[in-house]
């Protein structure tokens, strides 16, 4: 919790805090306190001798005088008003007043009552962090003084007195001093002290942070396997639909399977967890507390097996562009060449080479034209489409794959809006039209081109009425380089997904289906 969550109920004067109002209220309790009982001793002792003749009435009256005013300094400490050094130097100079008024009412008690102005003047250094003490210092040895020249002058004391009292007004500045020291130095503490916690109050935002945000997911673990912390990621991994309490809840309630390998781990060993969620590899790292607590971090599988082959992409996606240049050049004059042999020729078996040689030319061709592609997969500008536009692009590629108008079925909404980029998307239809005219029985109503919205999203469907395909080939539809197709690349579909995903949608294969389907997904546009 930080201190802007608490909200402060009254002003703060400039330069003291909270802590500063709490010491200056113990201090007016500790002046009500010594109110009341100067109040109880001026009621026990008023016939006694221990006043002045007549004076009993008087040291009530400055007692209740000082009860009174200490009462109405809670009000001012509650409202925070006035100031605060300004509410503690009324107080500091009421005490030395009153007191002084009191020390006049009897000889007895001059010198004792002399001494509580010691504490006012301790207590107002501390509370104040040691400023104006030596002024208070200063006004209550000029009180004494001005009180003990007074009562020479009346007669109730000798000057040989001066001595003590100048001993009590040293004490006076002496008590200041050392309080004005003491202060100090609890100030730098007190400064130390914040300036640590504020250090570990960040330390403690940066470590929720990354935790919060790291892509392994952590479990603290007492020894009686009592969780003491889940982060987000771990609940995620874990597949856990429950509320995990700190303290509380048991990590047999997480994860029986969990719970019982992972008692038997020995600190750095590592096992191996599969979760509805995820394929895990989890490590367990002791804390070397008396508890016995451990971390158990869970880390994703699939997401090391994603990184390993975005690296292993990315080397090859550039690889293959620079071949895919040097290639390129040689290639059109070698397809050239083909096509002059072609024309000049007459004999069948010559023709046939040439043909051959032009076949694979286009083929080579096509292989460098997905590559480039591939490489260029990030440079988007998407446009809106309707159903008018996709049934045109639709019509557009049927017609280059010399597909026959009936073996086509279209069914979209007519409020069918999104945006996508309209080369990209051209890749994405014509890969997967082509495959599954490849794979239909080239029969009327042989593919279907269906588009769904539910909700804000559009769902686009290519189904072919073809055998479908095994289950051991479906994991490895997107993966580049694999094909099924003696004359295919491997990459049609690779680069679909590709492109799908630098569009912000998702191409999948849909089992189930009694050929094959395919799905793009994308947001809907209004």
């Given at each position: 919790?930080?201190?802007?969550?608490?909200?402060?109920?009254?002003?703060?004067?400039?330069?003291?805090?909270?802590?500063?109002?709490?010491?200056?209220?113990?201090f007016?309790?500790?002046?009500?306190t010594?109110?009341?009982?100067?109040?109880?001793?001026?009621?026990?002792?008023?016939?006694s001798?221990?006043?002045?003749?007549?004076?009993?009435?008087?040291?009530?009256?400055?007692?209740?005088?000082?009860?009174?005013?200490?009462?109405?300094?809670?009000?001012?400490?509650?409202?925070?008003?006035?100031?605060?050094?300004?509410?503690?130097?009324?107080?500091?100079?009421?005490?030395?007043?009153?007191?002084?008024?009191?020390?006049?009412?009897?000889?007895?008690?001059?010198?004792?009552?002399?001494?509580?102005?010691?504490?006012?003047?301790?207590?107002?250094?501390l509370?104040?962090?040691g400023?104006?003490?030596?002024?208070?210092?200063?006004?209550?040895?000029?009180?004494?003084?001005?009180?003990?020249?007074?009562?020479?002058?009346?007669?109730?004391?000798?000057t040989?007195?001066?001595?003590?009292?100048?001993?009590?007004?040293?004490?006076?500045?002496?008590?200041?001093?050392?309080?004005?020291?003491?202060?100090?130095?609890?100030?730098?503490?007190?400064?130390?002290a914040?300036?640590?916690?504020?250090?570990?109050?960040?330390?403690?935002?940066?470590?929720?942070?990354?935790?919060?945000?790291?892509?392994?997911?952590?479990?603290?673990?007492?020894?009686?396997?009592?969780?003491?912390?889940?982060?987000?990621?771990?609940?995620t991994?874990?597949?856990?639909?429950?509320?995990?309490?700190?303290?509380?809840?048991?990590?047999?309630?997480?994860?029986?399977?969990?719970?019982?390998?992972s008692?038997?781990?020995r600190?750095?060993?590592?096992?191996?967890?599969?979760?509805?969620?995820?394929?895990?590899?989890?490590?367990?790292?002791p804390?070397?507390?008396?508890?016995?607590?451990?971390v158990?971090?869970?880390?994703?599988q699939?997401q090391?097996?994603?990184?390993?082959?975005?690296?292993?992409l990315?080397?090859?996606?550039?690889?293959?562009?620079?071949?895919?240049?040097?290639?390129?050049?040689?290639?059109?004059?070698?397809?050239?060449?083909?096509?002059?042999?072609?024309?000049?020729?007459?004999?069948?078996?010559?023709?046939?080479?040439?043909?051959?040689?032009?076949?694979?030319?286009?083929?080579?061709?096509?292989?460098?034209?997905?590559?480039?592609?591939?490489?260029?997969?990030?440079?988007?500008?998407?446009?809106?489409?309707?159903?008018?536009?996709?049934?045109?692009?639709?019509?557009?590629?049927?017609q280059?794959?010399?597909?026959?108008?009936?073996?086509?079925?279209?069914?979209?909404?007519?409020?069918?809006?999104?945006?996508?980029?309209?080369?990209?998307?051209?890749?994405?239809?014509?890969?997967?039209?082509?495959?599954?005219?490849?794979?239909?029985?080239?029969?009327?109503?042989?593919?279907?081109?269906?588009?769904?919205?539910?909700?804000?999203?559009?769902?686009?469907?290519?189904?072919?009425?073809?055998p479908?395909?095994?289950?051991?080939?479906?994991g490895?539809?997107?993966?580049?380089?694999?094909?099924?197709?003696?004359?295919?690349?491997?990459?049609?579909?690779?680069?679909?997904?590709e492109?799908?995903?630098?569009?912000?949608?998702?191409?999948?294969?849909?089992?189930?289906?009694?050929?094959?389907?395919?799905?793009?997904?994308?947001?809907?546009?209004?």
């Open positions: 919790m930080n201190a802007a969550a608490t909200p402060t109920l009254r002003p703060i004067s400039p330069g003291y805090f909270a802590s500063h109002w709490r010491s200056l209220d113990y007016n309790l500790y002046r009500l010594l109110a009341v009982a100067l109040v109880f001793t001026g009621i026990l002792f008023s016939t001798d221990l006043f002045r003749e007549g004076a009993s009435e008087r040291f009530q009256g400055y007692a209740y005088a000082y009860l009174v005013i200490a009462a109405l300094f809670v009000l001012g400490i509650r409202a925070r008003w006035p100031g605060f050094q300004i509410q503690l130097t009324t107080h500091i100079t009421a005490d030395i007043v009153l007191i002084m008024l009191m020390m006049s009412t009897s000889t007895q008690l001059a010198g004792g009552m002399g001494l509580l102005l010691a504490i006012s003047i301790a207590s107002g250094g509370v104040g962090s400023r104006l003490t030596l002024l208070y210092a200063a006004m209550a040895s000029i009180a004494v003084l001005l009180q003990h020249g007074f009562s020479i002058l009346g007669g109730s004391e000798v040989d007195s001066f001595f003590q009292v100048g001993l009590l007004c040293a004490g006076y500045f002496a008590i200041g001093l050392l309080a004005h020291a003491l202060t100090l130095r609890a100030l730098r503490s007190e400064r130390l914040q300036q640590q916690a504020d250090e570990l109050a960040l330390l403690n935002r940066i470590n929720t942070l990354a935790i919060e945000n790291s892509p392994d997911g952590l479990l603290a673990v007492r020894g009686d396997s009592v969780v003491r912390h889940a982060s987000p990621r771990a609940v991994l874990l597949g856990i639909t429950t509320e995990v309490t700190p303290g509380s809840t048991r990590l047999e309630d997480l994860s029986p399977e969990l719970a019982r390998r008692q038997q781990m600190p750095g060993a590592t096992l191996t967890l599969n979760t509805a969620a995820a394929q895990l590899r989890v490590r367990c790292i804390l070397e507390t008396p508890d016995n607590s451990r158990l971090v869970l880390e994703d699939s090391a097996a994603q990184a390993a082959q975005r690296l292993k990315a080397a090859l996606g550039r690889l293959t562009a620079n071949i895919a240049h040097e290639i390129r050049n040689p290639l059109s004059a070698i397809s050239h060449a083909a096509q002059l042999l072609g024309e000049e020729s007459h004999d069948a078996t010559q023709t046939r080479l040439t043909g051959i040689i032009e076949n694979n030319a286009r083929r080579l061709d096509r292989l460098v034209e997905e590559v480039l592609t591939l490489n260029r997969r990030d440079r988007l500008n998407p446009v809106s489409f309707d159903a008018a536009t996709l049934h045109m692009l639709i019509d557009e590629l049927r280059t794959e010399e597909i026959p108008a009936d073996a086509v079925i279209v069914s979209m909404p007519d409020t069918l809006h999104f945006q996508f980029d309209p080369d990209h998307l051209r890749q994405i239809v014509w890969n997967l039209l082509r495959n599954a005219w490849r794979y239909s029985r080239k029969q009327a109503g042989s593919l279907r081109f269906s588009a769904q919205t539910p909700g804000d999203s559009v769902q686009l469907d290519i189904e072919d009425d073809g479908g395909l095994p289950p051991e080939h479906q490895k539809l997107f993966e580049p380089f694999f094909t099924t197709d003696a004359q295919g690349t491997g990459l049609g579909l690779f680069l679909a997904r492109l799908a995903e630098a569009n912000h949608a998702t191409l999948a294969y849909v089992p189930g289906a009694s050929g094959a389907r395919f799905r793009l997904s994308l947001r809907g546009s209004e």
